[in-house]
């Protein structure tokens, strides 16, 4: 495939993943980012690649690093500072921009942003909290008239988190982004947030999971899918000092509620950060074929055909009938 794309922040535990999806699928790669040193260790590790380190805080860093790419892929945390550079050094050349943020509050900055010039996508939240709910929910709205809620529940058997995931914790201080009555609110961190029982699929079965859990997907399904309610649940079981990344394994079910009938969509794999990796990439593939159903300012539900993007992930189970 011939054409370029750049990894921002190439050196980081999840962009790792995303340049070794994007070299088995034999895109050519510009790895960026602010330490010039880890991104000529890692291009020892894939020939070929280009080097370009650039600084959020230099224009002319940024272009040269996006010079002659079709798309940005950004990695590189905290999503709370990194997105606005980035996405302007896309439009002034014209490329097309996609991130893994998770973070709620970035997502809710993010999709209130001007639209970008015709045919030019910006894809921010293409990460596990983002990106897999609003696939999920995608998938299980279907047509019809508006839902009377929408709810997303996440199970992990495990969290180890990276240092960009405590980061973002910390800078989030306990705020929580819930849609309720049809708008996004804010609640302060005073308060803790609501638990409530859930029934996942299996293993998980019956928790008592947090309510209110600010994943970025809130934002994503509202931006999209007409509703009054978006409910959020995270169930974490006890980690272990011996437990890895590489080991977890996760459930994510989204029931969308209309019309007193409830319709539901799952999905099961391993590794939050492995598998945000993966639907980064897969986009980006589609990206590049323009096997896209909408460009602007988007979401991955708005951007692809829900179902058959899925389909392409590499999930232990799915379930969108």
């Known amino acids: 495939m011939p054409s ?3 990894v921002y922040g190439a050196y980081g535990h999840t962009a790792q993943f995303v340049v070794a999806a994007l070299r088995r699928r034999d895109v050519a790669l510009v790895l960026s980012g602010r330490d010039a040193g880890r991104l000529h260790a890692l291009a020892a590790h894939h020939p070929g690649a280009q080097v370009r380190p650039a600084t959020l805080d ?27 550079a980035l996405v302007d050094a896309a439009l002034r050349a014209g490329v097309h921009y996609l991130d893994v943020a998770g ?3 970035v997502a809710w900055r993010m999709f209130d942003g001007p639209e970008p010039p015709a045919g030019v996508l910006i894809a921010p939240a293409l990460g ?7 696939l999920l929910a995608t998938a299980a709205y279907g047509s019809g008239p508006p839902a009377s809620a929408v709810t997303v529940a996440v199970a992990l058997d495990s969290w180890v988190p990276t240092r960009g995931s405590r980061l973002a914790g910390k800078l989030r201080a306990g705020r929580r982004v819930v849609f309720t009555g049809g708008r996004l609110h804010l609640r302060s961190g005073d308060t803790p ?14 928790q008592e999971a947090e309510t209110e859990f600010p994943t970025a997907d809130v934002v994503t399904i509202a931006r999209h899918l007409p509703t009054q309610e978006i409910r959020t649940c ?9 437990a890895s ?13 209309r019309d007193g009938h409830e319709h539901r969509a799952s999905a099961s794999g391993r590794d939050i950060y492995a598998f945000s990796a993966a639907m980064a990439a897969e986009a980006t593939i589609r990206v590049l074929q323009g096997n896209v159903q ?18 392409a992930l590499p999930l232990d189970h799915l379930n969108v009938s």
Not at 234 to 242: F, M, Q, V
């Open 4 to 6: 370029t794309v750049a």
């Open 58 to 84: 230099s224009p002319a860093d940024l272009d040269r690093a996006l010079d002659g790419v079709v798309a940005v892929v950004n990695c590189a945390g905290p999503f709370g500072d990194t997105p606005p």
């Open 103 to 105: 973070e709620t509050l």
């Open 128 to 134: 596990f909290f983002g990106a897999l709910g609003d």
């Open 193 to 206: 947030p609501p638990t409530a029982i859930w029934t996942f699929p299996p293993p998980f079965g019956a």
């Open 234 to 242: 995270l169930y974490i079981a006890p980690t272990s000092a011996e």
């Open 245 to 257: 990344r590489s080991q977890q394994r996760f459930v994510v079910e989204v029931a969308v509620h």
């Open 294 to 311: 909408a460009t602007g300012l988007v979401t991955a539900g708005q951007a692809f055909a829900a179902a058959d993007f899925l389909r």
